[in-house]
């Protein structure tokens, strides 16, 4: 089960995915969690920014966009 | 509460003027919502066009308030439009100014009679995060269902009655921007405020596990004076499962209540329980269960019209092609369209200046009217077109949702620096003036990148400095061909605004690394659906910020004009005007033998040549010449010396008044045409002469000139913005003083190695 888990960035533009865990620091990790982004959460992976820095995603409805340095540290499960 | 007692108000009996006076107590109905929601366009259709926009004290949240208009039953409504806000743990002032208004902190906002959460329906769940947090803070609320037609445009049907019976709190489902719903919203209101209708939810949204549930219990027993007493228990949650919530409470709680709250954060971790999250994720297992109750997908979620437009603004290669000729189209409208009002206000200002001059006796209080007053509100409206032309695009961008798009777009490039992607925007509109600019780091949540971004935004060469740049360079500059047809005039000016570029992102980096270090702030950003900016938000947008401009800022520079028109008028010597009275009376006393029109060409012009001379003489021998004396040893080192000196010092008023300077100490003389002006300066300046007979204004001098004034602050206008925009003089001091650093450095080194290596 932990094995196929990926950070957020591994996904392709487009691909979705069911949050798994948050590895953020504090702040960033409670912000995220106020916003919905919490454990079990379904998200989409909308697009990269040039450089594949900032990028997009999508949950609950609305469209949000963070850093790599941040996406890194959120664990999904791909949905096939 | 004390919602009771406000019924008396409306009784015949009660004089109506009470109801005015100061001792009138307005109900107040606080407005709060999500970043997005529509909670300033309610503020809008609410209040009319009649608000007040001012700061909450100490720090720079704009504090907006109105009458709700139409609001009848005796009793006046005032509403307060609160910051936007995602939740009640505050990460920045203004998500910490909504938090503190609701919870009683600021003593300056009364309680509220009724809160007003509006709620984004075509993005209910991260809206109802909010909304039931602050239902369960037990104030009378109401849940405004905004957008609701985009949600049905989206596919998205919700069911108002269906909410307000899972909130227990009356819900009006509303439109905001065409005013659909308001009249029920401000009945609802109305009834709340009148006790005829009850709003205050009694149901918790979250359901911790068993331990934390008894944590939170003991805490809420410890609360001395919680928001509202019988909802301690809210509060008790918040203190114990969010760090934020209780740092930036500094002092509301008693260090026995802080104390008891880490035990029991210690005890819980003990237990394995992730107190952070056992609320959050709570919560939204709750709000999750009440959207699929109240909403229904009438069709499967596809790709909207905002998701196909993104494609292209957003994309990696045409989203960037976009933006820049968006800017571009900007800043060549900023450009063309404020010449037009920023010429005629500058005309209008003479023109009332020459009527006072005429009308008034001549003498002291005349040249101060004239000179210094009417002058000094001329320096101070000439900027009004730049800031409500650039704030009317920035409006624009803002209220249609692009503005995130082009921090998005804009922020890996702003991050080398250890800036924000919203940083870009502040900084390239100072490119027209910095003012704006300044005005604009606003959207910028992150303080220490705000200040930042506010310390060197005057680094980008405004449009002040062209006119200094185009004298210097006629003077100085020769026009060569260098390479491949590039002419070494525009080389120079190029150079000097990518030297202006170049020490605006160095310094940004540099305060980022030293002064301001902190963590690169995150970019947790929303990305708001496109929507068609609404005029009466933009316009209004445009005039709140033309207003702060003029009432704050604009005193200041004004104070500071006449300060300075005095140092370059005074003192007044009678020798020298005695003198130069009997020069023009030699020339006019000369009999009018010649009818010629070439004999009184000639003596006109005689006649101007000695009003040029005698002001140049004033000018030198003024206090502000003195200080030009005064610091020629400070400045001899960079090449300059005591008229140049006399120039630095009068144009603190404004960099542009550089030019007019000079032409008064070379006894040019004014002219109305400030190109012609420019041109005839040049002449002068090319054939000065230093006291050894070299010349004057060489390549070197120019070059050097010009590098002092890339860097120094020489704009009050500047320094009385930043002063508001900080709440404090500390930093435009500091700013005024780093950039006077920056900018002596430089030019010594360009006068001193220029001169090692034996260029003129």
């Known amino acids: 089960m932990t094995a196929t888990l990926q950070p957020l960035t591994a996904l392709q533009a487009g691909q979705k995915a069911v949050v798994a865990d948050l590895t953020l620091p504090p702040e960033a990790r409670g912000r995220l969690q106020e916003l919905g982004l919490v454990v079990g959460t379904p998200v989409e992976l909308v697009r990269y920014a040039l450089l594949n820095d900032p990028l997009e995603i999508r949950f609950r409805g609305y469209n949000l966009s963070l850093r790599r340095h941040e996406a890194e540290q959120i664990y999904v499960q791909p949905i096939p | 509460m004390s919602s009771g007692g406000a019924t008396g108000m409306s009784s015949p009996k009660t004089p109506p003027t009470a109801l005015r006076g100061p001792g009138a107590p307005a109900a107040y109905l606080f407005i709060t919502g999500n970043p997005n929601s529509g909670k300033t366009t309610l503020f809008n259709a609410l209040t009319g066009l009649r608000a007040k926009v001012g700061n909450y004290p100490g720090v720079t949240v704009e ?368 490119f027209a003036c910095a003012i704006p600019g300044i005005m604009a780091t606003r959207t910028i949540e992150n303080q220490r990148d705000r200040l930042a971004t506010i310390l060197i935004a005057p680094l980008m060469s405004c449009s002040a400095r062209l006119p200094v740049y185009t004298v210097l360079i006629a003077a100085c500059i020769p026009d060569r061909e260098l390479w491949g047809g590039l002419r070494a005039p525009g080389l120079v000016m190029l150079g000097m605004y990518g030297l202006g570029i170049a020490a605006a992102l160095g310094m940004a980096w540099l305060f980022k690394n030293t002064l301001l270090r902190g963590p690169t702030p995150m970019l947790i950003m929303e990305l708001p659906p496109y929507r068609r900016p609404m005029a009466r938000t933009v316009l209004r947008h445009v005039w709140d910020r033309a207003r702060l401009f003029l009432t704050q800022a604009g005193t200041i520079i004004l104070l500071i004009n006449i300060l300075l028109w005095f140092l370059v008028s005074y003192p007044h010597n009678q020798d020298t005007r005695t003198r130069f009275e009997a020069r023009r009376a030699a020339v006019q006393a000369v009999p009018p033998t010649a009818t010629a029109p070439e004999a009184a060409a000639a003596r006109a012009a005689e006649l101007a040549r000695i009003d040029a001379e005698e002001k140049g003489e004033v000018l030198r021998s003024s206090f502000a010449g003195r200080l030009g004396r005064a610091i020629e040893p400070l400045i001899a080192p960079l090449g300059f010396d005591w008229r140049i000196g006399i120039a630095i010092v009068s144009s603190f008023a404004a960099r542009e008044v550089f030019v007019s300077t000079l032409s008064q100490v070379y006894d040019v003389g004014d002219e109305d045409d400030p190109a012609e002006g420019g041109n005839k300066l040049a002449g002068v300046m090319r054939l000065e002469k230093r006291p050894d007979g070299s010349p004057m204004f060489t390549t070197l001098l120019g070059v050097s000139l010009m590098v002092f004034y890339v860097f120094a602050l020489q704009c009050v206008s500047t320094i009385a913005v930043v002063r508001r925009e900080t709440a404090s003089w500390k930093w435009p001091l500091f700013q005024w003083f780093y950039m006077g650093a920056l900018a002596w450095g430089f030019s010594f080194v360009v006068w001193q190695g220029g001169r090692l290596l034996g260029w003129q």
């Open chain 2, 63 to 430: 504090r907006k308030e109105g009458r709700m208009q139409g609001a009848g039953e005796g009793r006046q409504v005032t509403v307060l439009d609160l910051p936007g806000t995602y939740s009640l743990s505050p990460h920045s002032p203004d998500e910490q100014v909504a938090r503190d208004a609701l919870f009683h902190r600021i003593p300056e906002v009364p309680a509220p009679a009724v809160v007003a959460v509006v709620a984004d329906a075509s993005n209910l769940q991260r809206n109802l995060y909010l909304a039931t947090q602050i239902i369960e803070l037990g104030h009378p609320t109401v849940v405004v269902l905004n957008m609701m037609d985009v949600a049905r445009k989206n596919g998205i049907e919700v069911d108002a009655s269906a909410l307000e019976a899972a909130l227990g709190v009356p819900v009006i489902p509303v439109v905001a921007s065409s005013g659909e719903g308001v009249p029920a919203f401000k009945r609802a209101v109305n009834d709340i405020i009148q006790g005829r209708r009850s709003a205050v939810g009694a149901r918790s949204f979250c359901e911790p596990s068993a331990p934390f549930a008894a944590e939170a219990q003991a805490v809420a027993a410890g609360i001395p004076q919680p928001v509202t007493p019988q909802h301690s228990l809210a509060e008790a949650l918040l203190l114990l499962s969010d760090d934020r919530f209780l740092e930036s409470s500094a002092g509301h709680y008693p260090e026995s209540i802080r104390e008891a709250i880490r035990a029991a954060r210690r005890r819980l971790e003990e237990s394995g329980v992730d107190w952070r999250s056992a609320v959050i994720e709570s919560r939204y297992q709750a709000i999750a269960a009440i959207q699929q109750n109240v909403t229904r997908e009438a069709t499967p979620p596809g790709h909207t019209f905002s998701d196909r437009l993104d494609r292209v603004l957003t994309h990696k290669v045409w989203g960037l092609l976009v933006f820049v000729a968006v800017l571009a189209a900007i800043f060549q409208s900023i450009f063309t369209l404020a010449q037009v009002p920023m010429e005629g206000l500058e005309h209008g200002v003479s023109w009332l200046g020459q009527h006072v001059e005429a009308w008034m006796p001549p003498g002291a209080l005349r040249n101060l009217l004239v000179d210094g007053v009417i002058a000094g509100v001329g320096a101070v409206v000439v900027f009004l077109p730049q800031i409500c032309l650039l704030f009317l695009f920035l409006g624009l961008l803002e209220d249609s949702g692009y503005m995130a798009r082009a921090a998005f777009l804009m922020d890996r490039l702003m991050t080398k620096v250890g800036l924000h992607g919203k940083s870009f925007i502040p900084m390239l509109s100072s």
